[in-house]
T-cell receptor, first 113, second 114 residues
Framework: DQQVKQNSPSLSVQEGRISILNCDYT??????FLWYKKYPAEGPTFLIS?????DKNEDGRFTVFLNKSAKHLSLHIVPSQPGDSAVYFC????????????FGTGTRLKVLA | EAQVTQNPRYLITVTGKKLTVTCSQN?????MSWYRQDPGLGLRQIYY???????DKGDVPEGYKVSRKEKRNFPLILESPSPNQTSLYFC?????????????FGSGTRLTVV
């Protein structure tokens, strides 16, 4: 059972436009969420996080939105740049759960110049 | 430079031949973990360690062993590899199971078992 789902395996966006990557989760106990970015032949790198006490967190061009009632989070990248082309993973964890993050399957973003 | 180092980066081996993938971090992190990445399945946790001599199973531990004799090292051992363990493996660490900032990942080990 996939507790964290990224239903779009890929996404193409024109440079300068907004990229929106989506993530859904099923476990209502999840209270902390992260986004990672992964380039080919490299390990994932941390991008941005959000706690369930917030509904938005912003860091430069990256904003994560959390809708707890819908069990949905999204990552917005504005403006998108060719260097943003990568695979993006969302991950979730629970304060009362085991010591791990559950990762989604990833979305491959391609930003077209 | 603060980093997690995995070796080897690429490995092709035969079924049943024991192998070890090493992982070392230079950040004095307490928490370390192994993940495997497979198409359509994302990153799945194999084992994790909260500190020296403290390890526990993740979601897919079958066929793997780990040890944590020193804080900096967390090797992944495949006693008798099988083709279904062909995958991309990542080691990760963090100061504790501290949610801020998540993990630092290594660059990955691509393992092929034939």
């Amino acid at each position: 059972d996939q507790q964290v789902k990224q239903n779009s395996p890929s996404l193409s966006v024109q440079e300068g436009r907004i990229s929106i990557l989506n993530c859904d989760y099923t476990n209502s106990m999840f209270d902390y969420f992260l986004w990672y970015k992964k380039y080919p032949a490299e390990g994932p790198t941390f991008l941005i996080s959000i706690s369930s006490i917030k509904d938005k967190n912003e860091d430069g061009r990256f904003t994560v939105f959390l809708n707890k009632s819908a069990k949905h989070l999204s990552l917005h990248i504005v403006p998108s740049q060719p260097g943003d082309s990568a695979v993006y993973f969302c991950a979730a964890s629970s304060t009362s759960g085991t010591y791990k993050y559950i990762f989604g399957t990833g979305t491959r973003l391609k930003v077209l110049a | 430079e603060a980093q997690v180092t995995q070796n080897p980066r690429y490995l092709i081996t035969v079924t049943g031949k024991k192998l070890t993938v090493t992982c070392s971090q230079n950040m004095n992190h307490e928490y370390m973990s192994w993940y495997r990445q497979d198409p359509g399945l994302g990153l799945r946790q194999i084992y994790y360690s909260m500190n020296v001599e403290v390890t526990d199973k993740g979601d897919v531990p079958e066929g793997y062993k780990v040890s944590r004799k020193e804080k900096r090292n967390f090797p992944l051992i495949l006693e008798s590899p099988s083709p279904n363990q062909t995958s991309l493996y990542f080691c990760a660490s963090s100061l504790s199971f501290d949610r801020v900032g998540g993990y630092t990942f290594g660059s990955g080990t691509r393992l092929t078992v034939v």
